[in-house]
């Protein structure tokens, strides 16, 4: 019956987690031993009559509690009340101490532990006896532990007395916490830092801003905000993988740790950093720290033989000049970094007033987009392409948004916000689904040519999204042409070629579009056999007025020549233009002198619909 309730109790001093309640614990043990002593007295009170059922369960009593402290998982002991002298440890007090339990048993703390340890032993156990009253400590270092190692406990002791109420025993136990306690720290500095970088993070940055405010509000001082943008780290991750990607990052980090001058710094996100410089700093001297930190970043950075020249972009807002709260003054540093990545990048901007309704206005575009294909805003023009003679041979699709309140919506404005947020792998399949759904009614088998976005080839299953746009419009795929820049071709540039390879093999057209404006295009026409070149009409439009760019026309046609790749001249507007482009045996031509964007219908006779076929139609 004892077993069984001293079992049931023990399961009671520990929780669902298995951690010991050390309260409990020792006042389990302690009822344990004063139960023993107990038992021992009346065995002396019936010696001498018939009674040895008493004696064998006495016995087994004992025993079943030696088994029970000897196995529980945390340090137990025993001590003499009198001198301190150890009389009992458990298994895990040996693991714990790091010394066998026959060289501290019989012996006191000054036989056992350095000076300073055992004065600070004796205190407690003094204590303990004179009050009566248990100790208990809560993650408190001990400098004598495993192997002799600091560690951190929770202990109690408690005092047991005899019949009389005279001090007989102290019995504690010893929990090690120090593994716990170093866990939680480190889970507490993941909390608060960037695993990458080990600098704080966004939640440490929201809360040193928080706490900075409420400094800068009472003492009436002013600071600034740094929001930190490194430019072109893509492409490095793009071009080397995340791995070196990582490593470059660290050594970014590093760098701006170094010359931020002690200033609060935090990794935010990607390759987004925020800075929080000291109360009062004048704006001369902010301005310095940021071209600083821009010098520094824009020093090539090497790391395991991988050279890689990254910028920095900084945007800077001032409390309370530029904001009074930290949404606000967050805003507008981002607003201050969006303008200098637009002017060129590698700069420096504080904030300006009407930077804000520019931030403003393009979020209101972003909402906007979203809704665009859901409510049909969203529009497919067709512009011809002709050979040099004028002679109509297919068009391209373009996207066109139409909005309710703005009107037409240049491509150049919505397109990057839509390959910012993803939504252009949507619109993109929009785009092609409608270019092959109307190319399909044609009378003449004219082909089509659509643009596809960079970020297409990164996200999802461009192949299949292709394949099964092909496969529910009817159109061939021999009809069907899709253009790319070089944008594609940097990113994964392998995983970019097989898909391109793939597409390909289905029959489908490759044309490389914007040719002449990428800084690697000769390598990309060796590795790729592109079915069409197009000149960017940056060149085109130059002809008459630039003969850098008339050389620079006469060098790709030439190369394309040589390369049997037909070329297609894109922004043509003067017969002049035509005229030398035909003199230097140019193939194809796109531009407002054969046709301006426009929907399908203004070109019904283009692609076979005759004026008698749309009135029976």
Not at 121 to 142: I, K, Y
Not at 335 to 346: I, P
Not at 387 to 416: C, K, S, Y
Request: proline content about 4%; glycine content about 6%.
């Amino acid at each position: 019956m004892m077993h069984r309730l001293f079992a049931e109790q023990l399961r009671c001093a520990t929780d669902a987690a298995g951690q010991v309640d050390l309260v409990k614990l020792g006042e389990l043990v302690s009822a344990a031993y004063e139960a023993s002593d107990r038992g021992r007295q009346r065995m002396t009170d019936v010696r001498g009559h018939t009674h040895d059922e008493v004696e064998q369960d006495l016995l087994r009593t004992q025993e079943f509690l030696d088994t029970i402290v000897e196995n529980i998982p945390i340090a137990v002991f025993a001590k003499c009340a009198k001198d301190s002298r150890y009389i009992l440890l458990n298994r895990a007090g040996e693991n714990y101490y790091g010394v066998p339990r026959e060289q501290m048993l019989g012996r006191t703390p000054e036989e056992i532990f350095p000076a300073d340890v055992a004065r600070m032993v004796n205190e407690q156990d003094r204590r303990v006896v004179a009050s009566g009253m248990p100790m208990f400590l809560e993650e408190h270092l001990l400098e004598v532990g495993v192997k002799g190692h600091d560690r951190v406990v929770n202990s109690r002791k408690m005092l047991i007395t005899d019949g009389a109420g005279e001090p007989q025993y102290l019995v504690g136990v010893i929990e090690d916490v120090t593994e716990r306690v170093n866990t939680q720290q480190r889970i507490s500095h993941l909390a608060h830092h960037d695993v990458l970088t080990d600098l704080p993070n966004r939640s440490a940055f929201n809360v040193a801003l928080a706490e900075r405010l409420e400094r800068a509000q009472d003492a009436s001082t002013s600071f600034a905000v740094l929001s930190l943008d490194l430019d072109r780290f893509k492409e490095v991750n793009d071009v080397f993988g995340h791995p070196v990607g990582d490593m470059l990052m660290r050594a970014a980090a590093d760098r701006l740790a170094a010359e931020a001058d002690g200033a609060f710094i935090a990794r935010v996100g990607g390759d987004e950093f925020m800075i929080l410089l000291p109360d009062d700093a004048c704006r001369d001297a902010v301005l310095a720290l940021a071209e600083r930190l821009v010098e520094a970043i824009g020093t090539e950075l090497e790391v395991d033989d991988y050279l890689s020249h990254v910028g920095l972009s900084v945007g800077i807002a001032v409390y309370p000049d530029d904001g009074v709260d930290a949404a606000t003054l967050l805003a507008n540093a981002d607003s201050a970094l969006y303008r200098a990545k637009r002017e060129g990048r590698a700069r420096v901007r504080f904030f300006e007033s009407e930077m804000d309704q520019e931030l403003r206005d393009r979020r209101l575009l972003q909402h906007d987009l979203r809704q665009a294909l859901e409510q049909n805003q969203l529009l497919v023009h067709f512009q011809p392409q002709a050979r040099m003679d004028g002679e109509v041979v297919g068009f391209e699709a373009l996207l066109r948004w139409n909005h309710p309140t703005r009107g037409f919506v240049a491509p150049d404005q919505f397109i990057p916000l839509a390959e910012e947020n993803g939504l252009i792998i949507q619109i993109g399949e929009w785009v092609l689904r409608e270019a092959c759904r109307e190319a399909v009614s044609w009378p003449r088998p004219l082909p089509v040519a659509v643009n596809l976005s960079p970020v297409q080839f990164q996200a999802g299953d461009l192949e299949r999204s292709i394949h099964q746009i092909l496969l529910e419009t009817g159109l061939a795929p021999t009809r069907l042409e899709v253009e790319i820049t070089e944008g594609v071709l940097i990113g994964d540039f392998t995983r970019a070629l097989n898909l391109l390879r793939r597409l390909k093999a289905l029959g489908i057209r490759i044309a490389m579009d914007d040719f002449g404006t990428g800084y690697s295009s000769l390598s990309y026409l060796q590795s790729f056999p592109f079915d069409k070149i197009k000149i960017d009409r940056s060149f085109i439009s130059n002809l008459e007025a630039s003969p850098q760019s008339a050389e620079i026309v006469r060098a790709v046609l030439s190369l394309a020549r040589a390369l049997n790749i037909p070329v297609v001249a894109e922004g043509v507007e003067t017969e002049a233009q035509r005229a030398f482009l035909a003199g230097e045996a140019c193939d194809e031509m796109q531009g407002y002198l054969i046709g301006r964007p426009e929907p399908i219908e203004r070109y019904l006779d283009l692609i076979g619909i005759t004026v008698e076929r749309r009135r029976y139609a």
